[in-house]
């Protein structure tokens, strides 16, 4: 690859990171409506699953208009890679503004409130998983938002590698035809 092609895909990946990272700030909303709507966690579920297929829909048009239908397996998995770090660096930005600004606790109490449900409470406690939920619920409200970005952004990093290979096996194309 030389640096123009180089130089190409990463401008490509950037702006497709940018696309999916607007998926992921979506889902994470719908996500957090849908602590007291449960319709939209489902549409947020919906989204978040669906960008390994929306990254194979940006790199198959990427192999079309950039490499004229042709591109290689690693040329594939590269792309696949940097868009889900520049979508995860935009998404870990996004998550550390809401948890510091804007969430002020919501999260944390809608969770609380939702286990200490009679329902929940009963099967927590059936399980014996009382002192798990309590010391998990202490530890998420001692972590610092700039916690909660890094983590994020090395989740989805390691997620970028793992589903970049699939995604780079079903969209290569060595030839025309």
Not at 22 to 39: D, R
Not at 51 to 64: D, H, I, L, Q
Not at 95 to 119: A, C, K, L, N, R
Not at 140 to 145: E, G, L, N
């Amino acid at each position: 690859m030389t640096a123009e092609e180089y130089i190409q895909l990463k401008a490509f990946a950037r702006i497709d990171g940018a696309l999916l990272s607007v998926m992921w700030i979506a889902s994470f909303a719908l996500y957090v409506i849908g602590m007291t709507k449960p319709m939209m966690m489902i549409g947020g579920i919906i989204i978040a699953v669906s960008s390994p297929v929306f990254t194979a829909s940006r790199v198959r048009k990427f192999r079309g208009i950039a490499r004229y239908g042709i591109i290689s397996f690693g040329r594939a998995y590269i792309y696949s890679i940097l868009t889900f770090f520049y979508a995860s660096l935009l998404f870990a930005i996004a998550q550390f503004v809401y948890f510091q600004f804007i969430d002020g606790g919501y999260i944390i109490s809608q969770i609380t409130e939702m286990m200490s449900q009679e329902p929940n409470r009963q099967v927590i406690q059936a399980y014996g998983m009382t002192d798990t939920i309590n010391e998990s619920l202490s530890i998420m409200t001692k972590t610092r938002p700039i916690d909660y970005a890094v983590n994020y952004l090395t989740l989805n990093i390691m997620l970028g590698m793992v589903l970049g290979l699939p995604i780079a096996a079903l969209t290569k194309k060595d030839e025309k035809r």
